[in-house]
Nanobody, 125 residues
Framework: QVQLVESGGGSVEAGGSLKLSCRAS????????SAWFRQIPGKEREEVAS????????YADSVKGRFTISKKPNDPDTLLLQMSSRKPEASGMYFC??????????????????WGQGTQVTVSS
């Protein structure tokens, strides 16, 4: 059973930066896909970025150039999301997700089996 625990959310002003973390445990498959999703009230969760076990990344058009997904150096069990130059529309609940499948462009929620509890990000203008 894979367990995911996020941290790093909070309230910040537009133009600042924030880093989210997601610690994974319990997985035994070397090949996998990890991702960050964002959800705003009344909307479906939307994938913003993903990274596979080879380090190949995929970004949603809405965050390209502003968000960076990576694994923590020397700690591949920790997934990171660096959010820079954030705008109020970046606000939402952010979830990390894990799949034993390969990453896929525009993957939807059902592509992923395991989810963290979510961490709230609020960007004020």
């Amino acid at each position: 059973q894979v367990q995911l625990v996020e941290s790093g959310g909070g309230s910040v002003e537009a133009g600042g930066s924030l880093k989210l973390s997601c610690r994974a445990s319990g997985y035994r498959y070397s090949r996998h896909c990890s991702a960050w999703f964002r959800q705003i009230p009344g909307k479906e969760r939307e994938e913003v970025a993903s990274i596979d076990s080879d380090g190949v990344t995929i970004y949603a058009d809405s965050v390209k150039g502003r968000f960076t997904i990576s694994k923590k150096p020397n700690d591949p069990d920790t997934l990171l999301l660096q959010m820079s130059s954030r705008k109020p529309e970046a606000s939402g609940m952010y979830f990390c997700a894990f799949s034993h499948k390969s990453c896929d462009v525009g993957a939807e929620q059902d592509h992923y089996t395991y989810w963290g509890q979510g961490t709230q990000v609020t960007v004020s203008s």
